[in-house]
């Protein structure tokens, strides 16, 4: 069983920053797709960003030139790096973990709170 361990929420007022982190407990890390989803109190859960093993990128029109995903697999670490923060954004943002070997595998992280003031 994978463990992602998600830090890096806070309160931010609108216009301010934060950087994300999740951390994996296991090497998988690095043959994985790395994605972070949002979830807004009565919406569904939402894709943010995503990136694959081979550092393809996708991210939603609503975050586009705003947030920016990384990964360090020394570190078995995903981030994302959130500029031009709107109240919009405010949400329990997730991390998971994606792939195959032999069978498909998808972790997810405990959820880390984003509040962003106006």
């Known amino acids: 069983q994978v463990q992602l361990v998600e830090s890096g929420g806070g309160l931010v007022q609108a216009g301010g920053s934060l950087r994300l982190s999740c951390a994996a407990s296991?090497?998988?890390?690095?043959?994985?797709?790395l994605g972070w989803y949002r979830q807004a109190p009565g919406k569904q859960r939402e894709l943010v960003a995503a990136?694959?093993?081979?550092?393809?990128?996708n991210y939603s029109d609503s975050v586009k030139d705003r947030f920016t995903i990384s990964r360090d697999n020394a570190r078995n670490t995903v981030y994302l790096q959130m500029n031009g923060l709107k109240p919009e954004d405010t949400a329990v943002y997730y991390c998971?973990?994606?792939?195959?070997?032999?069978?498909?595998?998808?972790?997810w992280g405990q959820g880390t709170q984003v509040t962003v003031s106006s």
């Open positions: 990136m694959t093993s081979g550092g393809s990128t």
């Open positions: 998971n973990l994606h792939g195959r070997i032999l069978r498909w595998y998808d972790y």
């Open positions: 296991s090497s998988i890390f690095s043959i994985s797709t």
